[in-house]
């Protein structure tokens, strides 16, 4: 096999608090692991200057306190995904005192040439070779000893879903923080020609902007060679540089190169890597008598059947609404119960007037009339999250890029889409996966169609109001949101984003068993962001609207009141302009345009400000008052309910997912093609359902 150079360097000076990243590829377990070391006490932010979600735990081990950062998974450092930038930037300029290198046992070869890269840094490491079980299950017997012998660096099996080898990695991990005096010079051999010119390139590189401060110098040297845009930028070089002896020589190596072995210098250097990584699976890994058909490999001759495949997913995804919409009737009643106690209890405590209105009706009518839907959310959360785990979303993403191929969707596109259903949020920031600016634009413009879970309150507090069976119309909407998605992508490819999409790759994981701890934390934290939003933005705006909706008060010697009153008031009015162009919708109420325009900035508060403008904010059983007040207003009915479901599904998304969009995008005029074509999109689509619903005669 190819050898590698170890040698001993000055690391830091002692310090109390100690860093470690959890790396890996995708599917390695990554999570999974990093779930069981930090349980519920996680905390979640930004890496610095980026958007990228970032998890970190504190864990106290062996009288070390830990801070464990969950990176994002990838499959190497280089600068197409932003995943990766952000991943290597991560480690270079924050220095964490050590990488977790988390490996796919079973496909461990993939796992140990990212883990190369990692050693090529000159970064302490730790490898947990995770899914342990599963390799043995498929005749594979991986030597952790000997591998570790190998790279100079400890390496310990572990099984994240039931905690195996756990205890022993953090043992691992807490003896390298405490020898971090000494780092890794790890470098791959080379022939000698690629050295000479990598040495060439490095010469030129000493002290040039300080760029040897921040990187190892042969690492820096090889990435220059390979083309990596983003340091290439850092570096100042340009193709108009032609008087840059640094810019010259990159050339000339490049070109030196590719006549001597007829690849690109990105090309040799990772097969190098893969050489490598393949020499070193070989001394570890023994290969007994495996199974001629694995589990996973039967349940996909019928999962990923041409002919089944797409017919299952189907069924599977509606089975995730029955489930959400079902189960999470009775703990939306009890819930409901709890919100109509509160409001009974300030209404006998508190004085009439505008204070306790605005308790009741402003902040437990606004803030309840969402909290409420929780369970509907939390369950699909669950749901989703079973789908994830076992590995059936790949197989879902395989199975739909047949399809989004036909339409000019990249088949990694299928991931962001699907976050949609959770929220739009991260969801855009999702498509960062997509190497292609192309690809990812579009798949960042048509993500929002996909209803997230803020919009579910609505379809539930509609769809439980005006019709009896509620699973088939709700999976219809969603259904509607994936076909307006489908058409807005042709549409958007052949006008706006011409151009070959590029190749589609995924790693289909193993089926696995969705651990109960996994699902749990998965689903509480996407439930935990809904609480915290209903906490601050909803109540927030729940008590403008209270506000809006109660403020000019008629005249005294007008003598109105009730819904009269509230027509008074700015949102009244401000309502009442929008109204003429809702009514060819079957929407013609300046109620309705209240509570449109309340949700641009978050979908929840459409519900909570039908309950302040229906008046029920503060009546016991809050929702049951809310669907009977709406089911005696001779506006709605089921065609009227249903336009104003698919209105709400299409137009212009939230108000966080619009700075997202303006984030990831760069530009505003994205953000403004959105508003546009997001809005236009809704009217039309709910004036066809009315009309032609009408037409049909189809109605209350």
Request: proline share 5%.
């Amino acid at each position: 096999m190819s050898v590698c150079h170890v040698e001993a360097q000055e690391g830091r000076s002692a310090r109390a608090h100690f860093t470690a990243a959890l790396a890996g590829t995708p599917n390695s377990g990554k999570t999974t692991l990093f779930n069981r070391l930090s349980g519920l006490r996680h905390k979640v932010g930004n890496y610095p200057g980026v958007t990228v979600e970032k998890r970190s735990a504190t864990v106290r081990h062996a009288e070390v306190d830990l801070e464990v950062v969950d990176l994002p998974g990838l499959y190497g450092l280089g600068s197409e995904s932003l995943d990766e930038i952000v991943a290597r930037d991560f480690c270079i300029r924050e220095r964490p005192d050590l990488i977790v290198a988390v490996l796919d046992a079973s496909n461990l070869e993939r796992g140990l040439y990212l883990a190369v890269q990692w050693l090529e840094l000159g970064l302490p490491l730790v490898i947990a070779l995770n899914m342990f079980d599963e390799a043995e299950a498929m005749g594979l017997r991986v030597n952790a000893e000997r591998l570790a012998q190998l790279l100079g660096v400890p390496a310990v099996a572990t099984v994240a879903t039931r905690g195996r080898g756990v205890g022993q990695l953090l043992e691992a991990v807490a003896d390298a923080v405490h020898r971090r005096g000494q780092s890794l010079s790890f470098k791959v051999a080379l022939d000698p020609p690629i050295e000479e010119e990598i040495r060439r390139v490095a010469d030129l590189l000493r002290g040039r902007n300080g760029l040897t401060d921040r990187y190892p110098l042969h690492w820096l040297a090889c990435k220059l060679l390979e083309g990596d845009s983003a340091l290439s930028a850092e570096a100042g070089l340009s193709a108009a540089a032609s008087d840059d002896p640094l810019a010259v020589q990159l050339h000339t190596s490049a070109e030196r190169l590719s006549n001597l072995y007829g690849q690109s210098p990105a090309m040799l250097l990772g097969a190098r890597r893969h050489d490598f990584a393949r020499d070193l699976w070989r001394e570890v890994v023994t290969v007994a008598e495996r199974r001629a058909e694995t589990f996973s490999d039967r349940i996909d001759r019928i999962a990923t059947n041409p002919y089944w495949g797409l017919p299952l997913f189907l069924l599977a995804t509606y089975l995730v609404f029955e489930f959400a919409f079902t189960l999470g009737k009775p703990p939306m009643e009890w819930i409901e119960a709890g919100v109509a106690a509160l409001s009974g209890a300030a209404i006998r405590w508190l004085p009439a007037g505008a204070p306790r209105s605005l308790v009741v009706e402003g902040v437990i009518g606004g803030v309840g009339g969402v909290i409420v839907f929780l369970p509907n959310i939390l369950l699909l959360f669950v749901a989703m999250a079973v789908l994830e785990d076992s590995g059936y979303m790949a197989r879902g993403a395989a199975i739909m890029d047949r399809l989004m191929s036909k339409i000019g969707l990249h088949g990694k596109s299928f991931i962001p889409l699907m976050i949609g259903f959770g929220c739009n949020v991260p969801a855009i920031l999702a498509a960062r996966t997509l190497e292609n600016r192309r690809d990812r634009l579009v798949t960042i413009l048509v993500t929002p169609m996909m209803s997230c879970g803020a919009r579910l309150p609505v379809y539930v507090l509609f769809i439980s109001a005006f019709f009896v069976h509620g699973a088939p119309v709700l999976f219809s909407i969603y259904l509607l949101g994936i076909l307006m998605a489908a058409v807005s992508a042709i549409l958007f490819r052949r006008v706006i984003f011409r151009g070959q999409r590029t190749p589609f790759i995924l790693e289909m994981p193993p089926y696995r068993l969705p651990t109960l701890r996994g699902v749990f934390i998965h689903a509480w934290d996407r439930a935990w962001m809904y609480l915290k939003k209903a906490g601050t933005v909803i109540l927030a705006l729940s008590v403008a609207i209270w506000f809006l909706s109660t403020y000019p008060r008629p005249p005294r010697e007008a003598r109105v009141g009730g819904a009269e009153a509230l027509r008074y008031s700015v949102a009244g009015r401000v309502g009442s302009l929008v109204e003429p162009a809702l009514r060819p919708l079957g929407l013609g109420d300046w109620k309705v345009g209240v509570a449109l325009l309340s949700g641009f900035a978050a979908k929840e508060v459409v519900v909570s400000s039908f309950a302040t403008l229906y008046d029920v904010g503060g009546s016991a059983g809050q929702s049951s008052a809310l669907r009977n007040e709406l089911r005696r207003d001779p506006l709605w009915n089921p065609l009227s309910a249903y336009a104003l479901m698919v209105f709400v599904l299409l137009y212009v998304p939230c108000l966080p997912a619009m700075v997202m969009l303006r984030r990831e995008t760069g530009s505003w005029k994205w953000v403004a093609l959105q508003i546009a074509y997001s809005t236009t999109l809704a009217y039309t689509a709910a004036l066809v359902v009315y009309q032609g619903g009408r037409l049909l005669g189809v109605g209350g």
